[in-house]
């Protein structure tokens, strides 16, 4: 049997400004945006095409999901973005403006800096040792 997590969701406040995010300033790639009715869209995107797990992008729809944006998971990195070239994803990301919260470092497992997106959530960019 294989298992595998094919996608987590991410809430965000509109669809639009976060598809521009994600892509513009982390260079990911939008898979999929199928409209579904006047309001909700299926949003799928991903750090690269080939890559197994991607994010669903998720206009919040009550105030409940409206008090998640930014904090899906307590304050604490949320997700984990992993890189094969640290220096340039990390100088890139710079470029445009990304909020890091700290300086890269090195840790036994690798190379790791905490960045936010736009709505604040934490992430963590690594790039592991071989």
Excluded: C
Excluded at 24 to 31: A, C, Q, S, V
Excluded at 66 to 88: C, M, P, Y
């Amino acid at each position: 049997m294989s298992r595998k997590i094919g996608a987590i969701t991410l809430v965000v406040k509109d669809y639009d400004e976060a598809i521009q995010f994600y892509v513009d300033k982390l260079n990911f790639t939008l898979i999929e945006d199928t409209k579904l009715d006047n309001t909700k869209r299926w949003v799928i995107i991903s750090p690269s095409k080939n890559n197994e797990t991607s994010i669903l992008l998720a206009q919040a729809a009550t105030p409940e999901q409206e008090k998640a944006i930014g904090n899906q998971s307590g304050n604490r990195v949320f997700l984990f973005l992993h890189t094969d070239d640290f220096w340039k994803d990390y100088n890139h990301m710079k470029s445009k403006g990304i909020s890091f919260l700290e300086e890269p470092r090195k840790e036994p497992y690798g190379t790791v800096v905490v960045f936010e997106d736009l709505y604040g959530n934490k992430w963590d960019l690594i790039e592991h040792k071989n």
